[in-house]
């Protein structure tokens, strides 16, 4: 990723805040946090919010370890203490490098290290590219992917998920010259760029299969590694439009100071969820975890700090495998 970044920033000087996880990121970081320990009791959803009066955490304290939730957490995990959270730090505001050049942060990485306390868990994220999260969950690498995925079918048969949040995803276009369109029907002909082994790619693609059996030019996908590197390809004119989640999208054009515009609606909003292995099965105390999180507040203030409270959902829909 660094040199990469080297050339493109000759060659592109004004473009360093289109990657908006800054210059001069390292491409396997980490970040912890420590978390406090002892509280509650019972393993259902309504013991453990009474679980969380008794034991003391309200709506305006930080979140602590949940005695009704520890017991849920697999005792393999349990023993090692430490929750591996994997991510792909270039998708701001969900996951990015802070400016000391290797730190996650992000709302996935807070979320993260939130529901870790609530587990009676250390949290360490790590920085990956995106394609080596599902297959490293399934080999037992990482404990948890918290990088904006969308919690689809397909991924159900290899991972398990804990939906979190409802997200769109947009199409972005240079400001001044880019290419306006209505739907994702209109991008026959167009070249978007998209990050590997994103939702969209495989959206774009599938467009791309429609348009010429309507009789029209095929959609031109360019695949990067990394969403760092599809906003490039719109900023320098590679691609007419790059095609990220909403969040994401959204925050490409703030961040840029009018390089970028959002063009054409929202498509396909589905969950997101923080993807787990089937063995050893985590999937119950992330959920009940993140339920005590919305019932104490971290979760609103977690979606908040970073302006996402659009994407919120209610405990109900916080559902272990909910994209059918």
């Not at 730190?103 to 807070?110: L, N, P, Q, R, S």
């Not at 804990?162 to 276009?173: K, Q, R």
């Not at 390809?233 to 999208?249: C, K, M, N």
Request: aromatic share 6%.
């Amino acid at each position: 990723m660094l040199s990469r970044r080297g050339w493109l920033s000759a060659a592109l000087p004004a473009l360093c805040a289109v990657a908006v996880v800054g210059c001069g990121s390292s491409s396997s970081s980490s970040s912890s946090s420590a978390a406090s320990s002892s509280a509650a009791t019972s393993s259902s959803s309504s013991a453990v919010a009474s679980s969380m009066s008794s034991s003391g955490t309200g709506a305006s304290s930080a979140p602590g370890a949940v005695a009704a939730v520890e017991k849920l957490v697999p005792p393999s995990i349990r023993a090692k203490g430490t929750l591996t959270v994997a991510a792909d730090a270039s998708y701001a505001p969900d996951e990015f490098i802070a400016p000391d050049g290797h730190t996650v942060i992000g709302m996935d990485a807070d979320l993260s290290k939130a529901l870790g306390a609530v587990m009676g868990l250390k949290v360490n994220v790590v920085n990956v590219t995106f394609d080596e999260i599902i297959p490293g969950l399934a080999a037992g690498k990482y404990d948890m992917g918290a990088s904006s995925f969308s919690d689809t079918p397909a991924r159900e048969k290899v991972v398990n998920f804990v939906d979190y949040a409802h997200v769109g995803e947009s199409f972005y276009t240079k400001a001044n010259g880019g290419k306006t369109i209505g739907s994702i029907a209109d991008i026959c002909g167009l070249t978007v760029s998209v990050e590997s082994t994103t939702t969209e790619q495989a959206d774009a693609t599938t467009q791309s299969k429609k348009c010429t059996q309507e009789g029209k030019p095929p959609v031109k996908v360019l695949v990067f590694p990394n969403q760092n590197l599809a906003n490039l390809a719109v900023a320098d004119g590679r691609a007419q439009l790059g095609f990220a989640d909403t969040p994401v999208a959204s925050y490409q054009v703030q961040k840029t100071h009018g390089l970028f515009k959002l063009t054409g609606a929202p498509y396909a909003t589905g969950p997101y969820g923080l993807a787990l292995p089937k063995k050893p099965d985590l999937a119950p105390a992330v959920q009940a975890a993140l339920k005590v999180l919305a019932a104490n507040g971290t979760y609103a203030r977690i979606l908040a700090k970073w302006g996402l409270q659009g994407i919120a959902i209610p405990a109900s829909q916080m559902k272990i495998n909910g994209a059918g």
